[in-house]
């Protein structure tokens, strides 16, 4: 799941919307809407934001939460570590090969390290 997709199911569940019914709303197929919330698609585009934003009538502050949720989450991304340290792509390729098992205080503690920086 990304960010993204998280809040959106979020304020789905909050005004009592079936996936399917928001799908309809915006014009979209359910299966794309899902695939979205699960993080099996890639980043939406600014005009689904927005859509999504005024659907729910969300203020200034949470709109530009969701962009930045949407700008945050591409679920397949890459890391160009080139001109970087050996220690940069380490840490990128560990990263990598081990996000898979993190316990998800451990990502949170190593997202809010990275937040700090």
């Known amino acids: 799941m990304t960010p993204f997709g998280q809040r959106v199911r979020e304020l789905r569940y909050a005004r009592g919307i079936a996936l399917k019914q928001l799908a309809a709303d ?4 359910p299966a794309y809407l899902s695939a ?6 890639g980043l939406p585009s600014e005009a ?3 859509q999504i934003c005024e659907y729910f009538n969300l203020i200034w502050d949470d709109f530009e939460d969701m962009q930045r949720l949407a700008a ?4 397949r991304i890459v890391v160009d570590t080139a ?3 050996a220690t940069h792509t380490e840490l ?9 098992r993190l316990p998800r205080d451990t990502a949170q503690r190593l997202l809010d390290i990275l937040r700090k920086t």
């Open 83 to 85: 001109g970087l340290t």
């Open 26 to 29: 915006l014009e979209i197929s």
């Open 92 to 100: 990128a390729n560990e990263l990598a090969r081990r996000i898979g």
């Open 72 to 75: 945050l989450s591409h679920p």
């Open 48 to 50: 689904l934001v927005v």
């Open 36 to 41: 979205l919330e699960h993080g099996h698609r």
